[in-house]
């Protein structure tokens, strides 16, 4: 029968009540009570449990505790639909019993009365019946009924009348009344009246119940009552009366009497007709319901019921047969108990259980029995079995002082430390050393608690604690769920890296056992959050996030993952604002938001830590050294483990003026992460600035910034020279030294050349450079360091020499690929190559940039390509058709030059590779050919706009004749009518598969996910080519309509690479 508690209660909401009330009620098992409408008795067979109709409650408790092996006081009893179980008509049939996978035994009994409407047979007959496998049964009658049915019948010829039976419906059961007759009837059988309404029972917040099983007559006389003490023990009278009736045989059979009537009762037929009549349901309040007693009354009575059962036999079955089932006679208990003593002296755990298991099927109401196998049980190490078997043990035998001290061992074990306690109460003999492991355990969990609880706790105290408690744990038990719960708060206390995997551990554990443990699944999201990394795939957040509604929805009114989550979402807001604002260049308002962030959860260290650095970063950038460096020492202190804190801190030290310092930082840091790029990238230029600071520092002299302008430079001098010039000096031999210092500053950076060149880390008037006589002029002065290069030679830490077409320095600026200077370019249906990916030298750039090797860049104009790279003795390229010279082209100290920026990145690979460009990547060709189709359909928009956006007049007026005599028509023609939106639509597709290509690795920024690799370098070349067009952004436009996500994934790869570009106009 499929049971209507389940249809309407989804299996999460169940496992999670069940769960819910095993954590309120320890111990307890929670059985749900439901009443349908109609049972199908055809469905019943011996594997079912049939209770006989109209129970009284102890009966009622009587079955619960035999048929179904569960003892009554550990049993939250959940009537559905507020319907309670009277005691008169109890229940038709009880089955479909079993401890279901969402933690519930459930009970169904029928609202129909199965043995027909109530049976009466005078007080005390009994109708046997036999079950289906053959055994028989006997179900006991009483002289009174519930609800509409509970008065006894107004017309009945006397007390004690009852009506006639009626036969039971159901093919397997009739033959029961066909066996035994039809019971016999003391007097016609009167009409049944309608009880006035007066007479009904109607809604109470008591459970009033007749509770005793004596004569009619005495009960038409008492008072309904509620379950109390005195009414059990009459209850317990009742039955003593029943049993004490003797024994006779009916049909072949024997069976027991209750206060048995002088007639036999003959084996007549019953009509078969089934009651119409139908109960009225009975509303009281659960926690009034006699089933929801006090576990202690509920105790005493399935004590004294099994003491009565072991003096009399069951009052719900027939004779026992003298033999078990298992083959061990009564006589042969002690024999059994004997057997087993033996085995367990022998460690023989497993065999002892098997014989004290025989003993106690021979007599299970002797507690010696019970209580010897739960030692078995206990040093076997299956302390809940041993649990089980010493509480009932207790049960029968309450003041036995062995049987407590073996439960209460037991409940220590278990890490029960205050059940044991109490179990000690109850002894008076219990010594000091008997509670000392349990008070260990009480006094340890009690520290952890109020660790965990104090805002200035200590999560590793709390820990030491709980590990301290477990060592009172039996040996093999399980932590208990309460202490495991601890350990996770504790490591949340921690709030570190190690601590908060330990967490996922401990809570990911407890959902594999109940899925529906709310409070497991809010200390994981608590963990998330607190871990807040970003990842492959899902971040922290949004796990967090996930795991909060997940607990949310098992449990609305869980405070504490609503709270944490509204905490998380306003942090992650305000962390994005602080963000945002950095990155376009708001750093003041940034460190504010940064401020204002770490305020909201000054818990949380990991998500502080971060805050603290990115601050600092925002404090470096405004030139507070001192403060960004604060910041790191905190966010360290928070984090130790945050290794870019260290590197941001060294950045800050070193420009706050102590290179020395960041070096040493970052060599340390380099030593622990050896295969970090980037980090070694930055330890490069650390080295660099630590060799220009000890030169002569003219900015420091002048007292003017890096980014001085001239009349900035020129004003500066002119207050200095005011002070140390030589007629007010008065031949003071330091101050004509600081002047003459001023005067060379002024000189210095007043010219572009020899500015330029200071700031690569040159000095030109110092003949220890190398420089030698400084800048001849041009390339024709002697650039390079290789043969008929002029004579100059480069510093080493200078590595190479780059001939650039990017802005500024009069000549040319950005245009397209290998842009040769022998009069070559691209006619009409160009298609881009990646051979030489990089606009203008871009791609060589942030090769440079990127692998932090120093550079110095010499503009051309576009007409004398050719004749500066033969003039600095270049070799033309090897095979090329037509352009023998084309840009970007490098010069390295040994002399070589290569020309283009993929070989160019080739040798550099091959020189310096560390980091590495990952040129195996198979994005390269494939992001080479995505912008070669790109640039392929836009020719007719940058083409047309190169000269007059991009270049210089020289170069402008050769690229429009050179390309207008190459293609035969005129480029503005050619623009107007191929180019704009019709170009652009050609262009969509393929922007589109751009954005699919980046997507591939959603991780990102870059195109392979976090690994950088030079296909990133010809996307940004080709994107910052774009942006000189102003074009970059209808690009994007464009992108984003092919494909949706298009914008963002760009953007964040190009921001990405932000920091690659910033020499990009040296």
């Known amino acids: 029968?499929?049971?209507?508690?389940?249809?309407?209660?989804?299996?999460?909401?169940?496992?999670?009540?069940?769960?819910?009330?095993?954590?309120?009620?320890?111990?307890?098992?929670?059985?749900?009570?439901?009443?349908?409408?109609?049972?199908?008795?055809?469905?019943?067979?011996?594997?079912?449990?049939?209770?006989?109709?109209?129970?009284?409650?102890?009966?009622?408790?009587?079955?619960?505790?035999?048929?179904?092996?569960?003892?009554?006081?550990?049993?939250?009893?959940?009537?559905?639909?507020?319907?309670?179980?009277?005691?008169?008509?109890?229940?038709?049939?009880?089955?479909?019993?079993?401890?279901?996978?969402?933690?519930?035994?459930?009970?169904?009994?029928?609202?129909?009365?199965?043995?027909?409407?109530?049976?009466?047979?005078?007080?005390?007959?009994?109708?046997?019946?036999?079950?289906?496998?053959?055994e028989a049964s006997s179900a006991i009658s009483h002289q009174f009924r519930f609800s509409d049915r509970s008065e006894l019948s107004s017309d009945s010829p006397e007390p004690g009348v009852p009506h006639k039976a009626e036969r039971p419906t159901g093919r397997n059961y009739s033959r029961y009344?066909?066996?035994?007759?039809?019971?016999?009837?003391?007097?016609?059988?009167?009409?049944?009246?309608?009880?006035?309404?007066?007479?009904?029972?109607?809604?109470?917040?008591?459970?009033?119940?007749?509770?005793?099983?004596?004569?009619?007559?005495?009960?038409?006389?008492?008072?309904?009552?509620?379950?109390?003490?005195?009414?059990?023990?009459?209850?317990?009278?009742?039955?003593?009366?029943?049993?004490?009736?003797?024994?006779?045989?009916?049909?072949?059979?024997?069976?027991?009497?209750?206060?048995?009537?002088?007639?036999?009762?003959?084996?007549?037929?019953?009509?078969?007709?089934?009651?119409?009549?139908?109960?009225?349901?009975?509303?009281?309040?659960?926690?009034?319901?006699?089933?929801?007693?006090?576990?202690?009354?509920?105790?005493?009575?399935?004590?004294?019921?099994?003491?009565?059962?072991?003096?009399?036999?069951?009052?719900?079955?027939?004779?026992?047969?003298?033999?078990?089932?298992?083959?061990?006679?009564?006589?042969?208990?002690?024999?059994?108990?004997?057997?087993?003593?033996?085995?367990?002296?022998?460690?023989?755990?497993?065999?002892?259980?098997?014989?004290?298991?025989?003993?106690?099927?021979?007599?299970?109401?002797?507690?010696?029995?019970?209580?010897?196998?739960a030692a078995a049980y206990m040093s076997a190490g299956k302390y809940e079995a041993a649990l089980y078997d010493s509480l009932?043990?207790?049960?029968?035998?309450?003041?036995?002082?062995?049987?407590?001290?073996?439960?209460?061992?037991?409940?220590?074990?278990?890490?029960?430390?205050?059940?044991?306690?109490?179990?000690?109460?109850?002894?008076?003999?219990?010594?000091?050393?008997?509670?000392?492991?349990?008070?260990?355990?009480?006094?340890?969990?009690?520290?952890?608690?109020?660790?965990?609880?104090?805002?200035?706790?200590?999560?590793?105290?709390?820990?030491?604690?709980?590990d301290n408690a477990k060592q009172t744990l039996g040996s093999g038990a399980p932590m208990p769920r309460t202490w495991q719960i601890l350990r996770a708060k504790a490591n949340l206390k921690i709030d570190s890296l190690n601590s908060l995997g330990e967490v996922q551990a401990i809570t990911q554990a407890l959902m594999r056992q109940n899925p529906g443990d709310a409070e497991a699944i809010t200390l994981a999201a608590r963990s998330f959050y607190l871990k807040d990394d970003k990842g492959v795939g899902k971040s922290d957040y949004e796990r967090a996030e996930q795991y909060f509604r997940q607990a949310l929805s098992l449990d609305p009114d869980n405070s504490d993952a609503r709270n944490w989550l509204r905490t998380m979402k306003k942090l992650q807001r305000a962390r994005e604002e602080a963000n945002d604002f950095f990155k376009r260049g708001n750093y003041a308002v940034a460190v504010e938001h940064y401020t204002s962030a770490l305020s909201i959860d000054p818990a949380n260290k990991i998500t502080n830590a971060k805050l603290l650095g990115n601050r600092a970063l925002a404090n470096i950038r405004l030139k507070n050294y001192e403060a960004a460096r604060s910041d790191c020492d905190r966010a360290l202190k928070l984090d130790p483990t945050y290794a870019k804190a260290k590197r941001t801190r060294a950045k800050a030290v070193g420009e706050g003026g102590d290179w020395e310092q960041a070096v040493r930082d970052l060599k340390s840091l380099a030593e622990e992460n050896p295969g970090d790029n980037e980090l070694a990238r930055e330890l490069r230029n650390a080295e660099l600035e630590l060799k220009k600071s000890k030169r002569k520092d003219y900015y420091k002299i002048l007292g003017v910034d890096k980014d001085a302008g001239d009349k900035e430079i020129e004003k500066a001098y002119k207050r200095k020279a005011a002070l140390l010039h030589p007629d007010k000096t008065q031949g003071d031999e330091e101050k004509t030294k600081q002047f003459k210092d001023c005067l060379e500053a002024k000189e210095i950076l007043t010219d572009p050349q020899k500015r330029h060149l200071y700031d690569q880390g040159l000095d030109p008037n110092d003949p220890t450079s190398g420089m030698g006589g400084g800048m001849g002029g041009g390339m024709g002065g002697g650039m390079g360091g290789h043969p008929g290069a002029g004579g100059m030679q480069i510093d080493p830490e200078i590595l190479m020499q780059m001939f650039g077409g990017a802005g500024g320095m009069g000549g040319a600026r950005a245009f397209p690929g290998g842009m040769g200077g022998g009069g070559g370019g691209f006619p009409p249906g160009f298609n881009f190559s990646?051979?030489?990916?990089?606009?203008?030298?871009?791609?060589?750039?942030?090769?440079?940039?990127?692998?932090?090797?120093?550079?110095?860049?010499?503009?051309?104009?576009?007409?004398?390509?050719?004749?500066?790279?033969?003039?600095?003795?270049?070799?033309?390229?090897?095979?090329?058709?037509?352009?023998?010279?084309?840009?970007?082209?490098?010069?390295?100290?040994?002399?070589?030059?290569?020309?283009?920026?993929?070989?160019?990145?080739?040798?550099?690979?091959?020189?310096?590779?560390?980091?590495?460009?990952?040129?195996?990547?198979?994005?390269?060709?494939?992001?080479?050919?995505?912008?070669?189709?790109?640039?392929t359909a836009l020719n007719p928009v940058w083409i047309p706009a190169l000269p007059g956006k991009l270049l210089n007049p020289p170069s402008a007026e050769y690229f429009v004749r050179t390309r207008t005599e190459k293609f035969g028509f005129d480029l503005n023609t050619w623009a107007e009518k191929e180019g704009g939106e019709k170009a652009w639509t050609k262009a969509a597709p393929h922007l589109g598969r751009l954005a699919e290509l980046i997507q591939e690795h959603p991780e990102g920024p870059f195109i392979q996910g976090k690994t950088v690799t030079y296909a990133d370098f010809v996307l940004v070349g080709f994107l910052v080519f774009l942006e000189r067009l102003d074009a970059l952004w209808h690009a994007l436009d464009v992108a984003e309509s092919a494909k949706t996500g298009a914008r963002k994934t760009i953007e964040d790869l190009y921001f990405a690479s932000a920091e690659w570009l910033k020499r990009a106009d040296h």
């Open 392 to 466: 009932a043990a207790s049960r029968l035998d309450p003041g036995n002082e062995k049987i407590l001290h073996r439960l209460a061992r037991i409940y220590t074990s278990l890490g029960r430390s205050q059940d044991a306690l109490d179990t000690y109460a109850r002894i008076p003999s219990a010594s000091a050393t008997d509670t000392a492991a349990a008070r260990q355990a009480q006094r340890s969990i009690d520290i952890a608690q109020k660790q965990i609880d104090a805002p200035d706790g200590n999560g590793n105290m709390a820990l030491w604690s709980i």
């Open 1 to 134: 029968m499929r049971s209507k508690f389940k249809d309407e209660h989804p299996f999460e909401k169940r496992k999670a009540e069940a769960e819910r009330i095993r954590q309120k009620y320890a111990d307890r098992i929670p059985v749900i009570c439901e009443k349908v409408e109609k049972s199908d008795i055809a469905t019943i067979d011996k594997k079912k449990y049939l209770v006989p109709a109209d129970l009284t409650v102890g009966q009622f408790v009587y079955v619960i505790r035999k048929r179904i092996k569960l003892s009554p006081e550990k049993a939250i009893f959940i009537f559905v639909d507020e319907v309670l179980p009277p005691t008169a008509a109890l229940m038709s049939s009880i089955y479909d019993e079993h401890k279901d996978e969402d933690g519930f035994l459930y009970i169904t009994y029928s609202g129909e009365n199965t043995f027909g409407e109530a049976v009466w047979t005078g007080a005390g007959n009994a109708i046997l019946f036999e079950d289906g496998d053959g």
């Open 834 to 935: 990646a051979g030489g990916p990089g606009m203008g030298g871009r791609g060589a750039r942030l090769v440079l940039n990127y692998k932090g090797i120093p550079y110095k860049t010499e503009w051309v104009e576009y007409p004398d390509i050719a004749s500066k790279l033969k003039a600095a003795g270049v070799e033309p390229n090897p095979d090329a058709t037509g352009t023998p010279y084309s840009i970007p082209a490098l010069t390295l100290p040994s002399g070589k030059t290569i020309q283009d920026s993929w070989p160019i990145a080739q040798e550099l690979e091959r020189l310096y590779p560390s980091p590495s460009l990952q040129l195996d990547s198979p994005y390269i060709d494939k992001v080479g050919d995505i912008v070669g189709d790109i640039a």
């Open 177 to 373: 009344f066909d066996a035994i007759g039809e019971p016999t009837m003391a007097g016609s059988r009167p009409s049944k009246p309608e009880l006035p309404p007066s007479s009904r029972s109607g809604r109470s917040t008591s459970y009033a119940l007749p509770l005793s099983l004596g004569n009619p007559s005495e009960l038409a006389n008492r008072k309904s009552a509620r379950l109390t003490e005195e009414n059990l023990q009459a209850l317990l009278s009742d039955l003593e009366s029943q049993r004490s009736a003797p024994p006779s045989s009916v049909g072949g059979r024997s069976a027991r009497y209750c206060r048995r009537t002088s007639e036999q009762m003959p084996k007549t037929q019953s009509p078969k007709k089934k009651s119409t009549t139908t109960s009225r349901k009975s509303r009281a309040a659960p926690d009034s319901h006699p089933l929801n007693l006090h576990p202690d009354q509920l105790g005493r009575l399935s004590a004294a019921m099994a003491r009565e059962e072991a003096r009399h036999g069951t009052p719900m079955h027939l004779d026992d047969p003298p033999v078990i089932n298992n083959g061990v006679s009564e006589a042969a208990d002690e024999a059994c108990k004997a057997s087993g003593n033996k085995f367990f002296k022998a460690k023989d755990y497993d065999r002892a259980v098997q014989e004290y298991s025989k003993a106690v099927e021979a007599d299970p109401s002797n507690p010696t029995y019970l209580s010897n196998r």
